[in-house]
């Protein structure tokens, strides 16, 4: 009986999630530093600890598949067995595999990474383990990022899209870029694109 109130539960979940409703789900606290017009925001974090898997660039599906492989990590997939509330936003990023030393071989390319953020009671030392091949915990420390929110598709050429208002909302504000780009996703895949809520964010520090 339980277990059939949960598989309920998760559809109605699911179906609220499609039209974009995230009610009761946690999102991380932030304090607005600045504004640059009224499309960016200045936004303060604290460190929040996150759990996060990696897929090709090339590899058909990466998104789907990344955020199945997390959803099974917050869904009791962990060495607690522990179901764990969903977060929003979602992160997403690609980015180049840095070089090392030594170096190690391995087959180059391009990462596509996901990151579930935990909810604030959690630290490292609490977080459950994960249990499934290519998912790791890690923590972010405090940062500063300019935001910029969008709605509708957020596949690459839209991302590239906002993320160059972004730069060009920030040339000559005060403020610079200091780190790559990222998405925040705060709807699953499955959610209308016109009900979706994504950002992009860029690490940012007072310009000289």
Known sequence: MKRIGAAIAAMMAAGCSVVGDRSGVDEPDFEVAARIGDAVEIRRYGPRVFVETRRMLGESSREGSAFRSL????D????AEAEIAMTAPVETRGEKIAMTAPVETRA???????RFFLPTRF??????APTEDGLILGQTPERVEAVIRFTGSRDAAAQQTHEALLRDALAGSGWRPIGLARAY?????FTLPMFRRNEIAMPVAPAE
């Open 71 to 74: 959803f099974r990590y917050i």
């Open 123 to 128: 630290t490292l030392e609490t977080a459950p």
């Open 108 to 114: 180059s390319g391009d990462d596509y990474v996901m």
């Open 76 to 79: 009791g997939g962990n060495a």
């Open 185 to 189: 996703l705060y709807d699953p895949p």
